[in-house]
């Protein structure tokens, strides 16, 4: 007898798991392959066939009564997705901005100022513990960019035509020794939060997270004088006009390099202290010289040799020519000579070139002065722009002095210049955003290929609209699948890819000229620049060196 292994308490599925098989196309590739079956054969249908069939559709109706009479079979074959099923999807959980948590008392009232300026006040009574002394963790982070929404894996679409561009978006989670708390109706939290655009164009909303859609949410928006949005768009202009200046400078310096001033060499004009001579030639054997007839020849040798070979006799003279260069050759019963030569102009073609000469060189010569007046110029520029900008920016890695201009702001009283206000009686994820349709997909369907030669088995796709600063997004856990990939041409497009292997690469300054015989060359991001700092400067400042 065969022996049956039985399992209990089999650990649940994972959603990964759940996911890996729900390949449809792979389901009807292999339906297909299939044969069919033999109550579809007509000559199935004899009296054995109606027999069979009638005896199955007995068994059918009563096993269709036991299903019906047992409740917990027929929910335990429901196809539903299991609790885990995620609807974030992070490009790598690493690199995800972390919660800050803060510890609230539920028994007062209290206020919880964020750096950058947004306020969340919570009533007495607002949040519900399971009992009065306990206190009530509030984990919040807040999306500040394009970039910090992508790393979590937030979904930025809007149903399957269009995507977002947000001008702010907060996350608040509230619990309890690891379990969820709720809010009362009658005392909603109240949110105050910064917004870094004007969203006289933008609307508000709620991301429902069961069904991974976003609705409209209440919200109002108020301003001020004061624009922290303003210093953050000033600090990005002086960046980007320093990258340009700097570029400028550059370009500046290899024009100047490429000015060459012209040389006597060049315009067949004799150099002062060579030797020349005149010599006669064949000019149907050296029709190039037609034009110098009548010139001389000058000694083109940077070897010691002997000069009285003018003062010699010679039974024979010849002009040879070797690998673009000419050599005089000179024979007599006791001796030879071999000299190397090139043709100089003499009379009035001397004259004219010298004058043309002397013309060429004052024009590069001013040109030249030109370039070093317009550099010193742009140097100029660019220290002021540094200089500025180190007003701006606290170091390196960090933005605008944001800390201190948000206390000012705050302890003033005064509201930020752009804000949302809203009130919320649930936890979860607040966007003031805008739709903007996705362009058009390719008419043929692109690959892509790592370190140049190697294709690519990419799972994920995503253009950055720097233009429009927002993200379309294409392939595996979005709403589109690569066979749509495409992005508007005329924007400013930083393209980053995700492989089945977890590696992750680039193509700055992206536009569809980028695709080369059906393939797109991707820069693999190196595992050692897998970091916020890399990830932040490719998709918002589009500064990596490709």
Partial sequence: MKKLKIILDRKPMNSNHVASKQDFNQVLNEFKKLKPPIWKNPWFYGPVGLASLTLLMSISIVN???????????????????????????IKESLVQQFTTYSIDASVEQTINLPSGTSIFIPKGSLIPSSPEKKVEIKIREFNDKADAFIAGIPMDYQKNS?????GMIEIRGGETGEKIKISPSKPIEVSMVLRKDPSSFTFWKLEEDQKEWINYPASFNTSKNSISDKRNELNQLKKELVETTAKITSNEISSKKIIEPTRIENFLPIEGNQRFDLAF????????EKFIGMEFEVNSKKKYDKSFTK??????????????????????????????????????KEEAEINLSKSIAFCQNKKQELEIEKKKLI????????????LVDNPSETLLYNAMRQEENSAGKPNRFAASFQTVTF????????IEYPLAYKEEVGFSFYGNTIADVKSAYIFDNDQDLC?????????????????????????????????????????KSIKNGFIKVTVINKKDENIEFIHNLINENAINS
């Fill in 282 to 289: 064949d000019e149907n054997e050296f029709p190039e010289l």
């Fill in 64 to 90: 269709s009564k036991e299903l019906i009479n047992d409740n917990t079979s027929t929910k335990q074959s429901s196809a539903l997705l299991p609790e885990d099923t995620k609807c974030f999807h992070p």
């Fill in 472 to 512: 379309f997004s294409f392939g595996s856990n979005t709403a589109r699948d690569l066979d749509k990939f495409g992005c508007f041409e005329k924007n400013s497009n930083t393209l980053f890819v995700l492989d089945s292997n977890g590696s992750m690469g680039y193509v700055l300054d992206y536009t569809a």
């Fill in 428 to 435: 979860g994820i607040f966007n003031c955003d805008h739709p």
């Fill in 312 to 349: 010699k006799i010679w039974s024979e003279v010849d002009l040879v020519k070797e690998n673009d260069t000419y050599f005089a050759s000179f024979s007599s019963k006791t001796e030879k000579f071999k000299i190397g030569v090139r043709p100089v102009l003499n009379g009035i073609k």
């Fill in 163 to 167: 995507a977002f561009e947000s001008a």
């Fill in 380 to 391: 100029f520029e660019k220290l002021q722009q540094e200089s500025k900008l180190k007003t």
